[in-house]
Structures are given as C-alpha cells and as structure tokens.
C-alpha cells in the first residue's frame, strides 16, 4: 500500500479582521468568528427578549454565555472534516435527524415519504427498551404487530454482482481495428488532410 504526504493544509489561508468600526483588533480575529457571532448573538438576544424579556441578575450568564459558547466552538475547525466548521457539521447531524436520509425518487421529482422520524424512534426504541416503557412517548418507541416496517415494504432488497473487467492495449486496439473498419465500410471515414 502506497503512503504519501498531503501538503493541502500549510496552504488554508484564514481570513482575519484586523479592525472593526476603527477599534484595533490587534492580530485579528477570523472572519468565520465574526460571522458567526453577527449570526448568533442578535439570533439568541432576540428569541430571549421576544420570550423572557430583559433577563434578570442571576440569569445574565444564560443570556450571554450560550452565543458565545456557540460561536467560539462553532467557528472551529471539525476534526472529523477539517475542511469544515464544527457548526456546519452540527447542522448536518441535526438536519439528519430532523429528516433522515430520504431517496432520491423520479430524480427528485416526487417527494419521499415522511416515514423517517418514526422509523428513527422506533430503531432508538429497539436499542434501548427503557425508552418504550415512558408513559407519554410509549408509542413512538414500539412498533405495532400488525403495520409492516415502512422501510421494508418497497419488497427484497436488489442484490447486485458487479463484474470486474480490464482491458489492456491489446483489447483497446482491437476494438479501434473494428471501428475504423466499419466506418470504411459504410463510407463515413474523416476526409483526407482531417485529424480526428
């Protein structure tokens, strides 16, 4: 198995804002921080304002330290894809969990059935039976006897063998011998002085 290095992160350049408003930032702080805190902080004062009003003394923390929890820790890099944000990657899991993958059906053209979220309760509900025993979410963990499993009701699974084939010089050679000699024979060959 071959090994090589990959050079592709000493090039990641990270934008910096070096001053604000003519405040001086002194080294910067990245644009993705920046952006994100724009985003975060008006997002979580204002859904706190429009619910709670003004917030209390006590509660001063809860109205601050969330948007900036999020925002320090969302602006950083994934370190399962280093390519992106830690929010980014957040949002992905949670539109996962939100819709589930749905396929893909007539190329998109009619929409999927909205079956995920059962099924994800009820595949939750098979790994850990204590959530079936809850009073008021009971029936979203167990699965009824009698409806089949909506992923399963489409029919078998198809199986597919895929064969495996390479084709040499030889082979490639042959196959351009036959297709110049039909094309001489049916009269379509390229005309002199013509490259193709």
């Given at each position: 198995?071959?090994?090589?290095?990959?050079?592709?992160?000493?090039?990641?350049?990270?934008?910096?804002?070096?001053?604000?408003?003519?405040l001086?930032?002194?080294e910067?702080?990245?644009?993705?921080t920046?952006?994100?805190?724009?985003v975060m902080?008006?997002?979580?004062?204002?859904?706190?304002?429009?619910?709670?009003?003004?917030?209390?003394?006590?509660?001063?923390?809860?109205?601050?330290?969330?948007p900036?929890?999020?925002t320090y820790f969302?602006?950083?890099?994934?370190?399962?894809?280093?390519?992106?944000?830690?929010?980014?990657?957040?949002?992905?899991?949670?539109?996962?969990?939100?819709?589930g993958?749905?396929?893909?059906?007539?190329?998109?053209r009619?929409?999927?059935?909205?079956v995920?979220?059962?099924?994800?309760?009820?595949?939750?509900?098979?790994?850990s039976p204590?959530?079936?025993?809850?009073?008021?979410?009971?029936?979203?963990?167990?699965?009824?006897?009698?409806?089949?499993?909506a992923?399963?009701?489409?029919?078998?699974?198809?199986?597919?063998?895929?064969?495996?084939?390479?084709?040499?010089?030889?082979?490639?050679?042959?196959?351009r011998?036959?297709?110049?000699?039909r094309?001489?024979?049916?009269?379509?060959?390229?005309?002199?002085?013509?490259?193709?």
């Open positions: 198995m071959r090994t090589s290095a990959t050079y592709t992160r000493h090039w990641d350049l990270e934008t910096r804002q070096h001053e604000l408003l003519g001086d930032l002194g910067g702080l990245p644009r993705t920046l952006k994100y805190g724009a902080f008006p997002l979580w004062w204002g859904a706190w304002i429009v619910l709670f009003g003004f917030p209390l003394k006590p509660l001063i923390p809860l109205f601050l330290l969330p900036l929890f999020f969302g602006a950083k890099r994934s370190t399962l894809y280093w390519r992106r944000t830690n929010l980014l990657i957040w949002g992905v899991r949670l539109n996962f969990l939100n819709h993958v749905r396929p893909v059906i007539g190329r998109g009619i929409p999927a059935p909205k995920g979220l059962r099924l994800r309760t009820q595949r939750l509900g098979e790994r204590q959530l079936r025993e809850m009073p008021a979410f009971s029936s979203m963990f167990t699965t009824d006897g009698d409806t089949p499993d992923a399963e009701s489409c029919g078998k699974p198809a199986h597919l063998r895929p064969r495996l084939r390479m084709y040499g010089p030889d082979a490639v050679a042959k196959v011998a036959k297709a110049t000699k094309q001489r024979r049916t009269g379509k060959a390229a005309p002199k002085g013509t490259t193709s």
